[in-house]
């Protein structure tokens, strides 16, 4: 038994490095499908990323969710504020990577665990432990730095860190699976993103299956279609491990997507990188780094607790002989 468990957290440890790492790599997908603008391919992602999900939901038949799901209103609004957030989220980043701001679009999702820190605070009435308000008021003294670098407030960054936020809190209220979020999500925004690529041909600036001036073709559709499906896979591969392996390790995980992001715009795209962003991304590296010890050490202060309390062997007693 402990050899099969041993074995199902390496699997676990494998989906969620390849949720994350998918996620990381986007900055690299974007570019692929300029000229379209980042209206275009928008809708394209929310009308394929529907079909992606539902080819997923019919090959699992996991349809069992749906009927209570239209029963209660309440998480019904919650997951179209949801589906508005995250759609936000996307639009802004699908035009920051393909306007030369990969760095930045990393910074949102680096500083993204202080602002759910913030959220916790101050909309579900969380207190926090003293190294937690450590981190939260280094990564403030971050913005600032960062702002100054900038020469603005870096919007990019801070309008990616609070939708998502906000998504992960209106997704925690609603209690559906990844994927099954995913579908009702999808379901919300694809009339509204079907009906915008309908005006986009009708207009002639559609880019799905047209060819203007050599840009476009069907290999650049097939690409726009495979927006949906990369916007799935991840999913599936985060709830695979999510039942696999305790959540502090996919919090560990979840870095490595804006790693990615940050050395893709670095390395790859040779964003600029004055000492003044440096210091900035310093002091947000810093902050997550209190924030993860913080966390480990209380895991290990939990696990050392439920330990004590936990009810203790009777010693065995001496068989009596007659």
């Known amino acids: 038994m402990a050899e099969t468990d041993q074995q199902d957290n390496g699997r676990g440890l494998w989906y969620g490095a390849a949720a994350y790492g998918i996620w990381g790599l986007f900055p690299l997908f974007w570019p692929l499908l300029e000229p379209s603008p980042a209206d275009d391919i928008l809708a394209n992602r929310m009308v394929w990323s529907l079909v992606a999900v539902l080819l997923m939901l019919i090959a699992q038949r996991h349809w069992g969710w749906i009927r209570p799901l239209l029963r209660q209103p ?29 760095v930045e679009t990393s910074l949102g999702y680096f500083i993204n665990p202080l602002v759910t820190i913030a959220f916790g605070v101050l909309v579900l009435k969380e207190r926090l432990r003293r190294v937690q308000w450590t981190a939260v008021g280094i990564g403030a003294a971050a913005v600032a730095v960062l702002t100054v670098a900038y020469g603005q407030l870096p919007w990019i960054a801070l309008t990616l860190a609070l939708s998502f936020a906000t998504y992960g809190l209106l997704k925690k209220q609603v209690g559906l699976s990844g994927l099954e979020s995913l579908a009702a999500e999808s379901a919300f925004m694809f009339p509204f993103a079907l009906g915008y690529l309908v005006y986009l041909q009708a207009s002639g600036r559609g880019t799905f299956g047209h060819t203007v001036a050599g840009s476009y073709g069907w290999g650049h559709s097939g690409l726009l279609m495979l927006s949906g499906v990369i916007t799935a896979i991840p999913l599936l591969f ?30 790859v795209f040779h964003e600029s990188m004055p000492p003044a962003r440096w210091a900035g991304f310093g002091l947000v590296w810093v902050a997550l780094a209190l924030l993860t010890w913080d966390a480990l050490r209380q895991v290990r202060a939990d696990r050392a607790a439920r330990a004590a309390a936990a009810p203790k062997p009777e010693p065995a007693r001496p068989a009596v002989t007659r």
């Open 74 to 102: 309440r998480r019904l609004a919650m997951l179209a504020a949801a589906a508005t957030v995250i759609s936000v989220n996307w639009a802004v980043y699908i035009w920051a990577v393909n306007a030369g701001h990969v």
């Open 238 to 267: 985060f709830g695979a491990a999510a039942v696999r392996v305790p959540l502090t390790v996919l919090g560990l995980l979840q870095y490595l997507a804006p790693v990615f992001q940050f050395l893709i715009g670095v390395a």
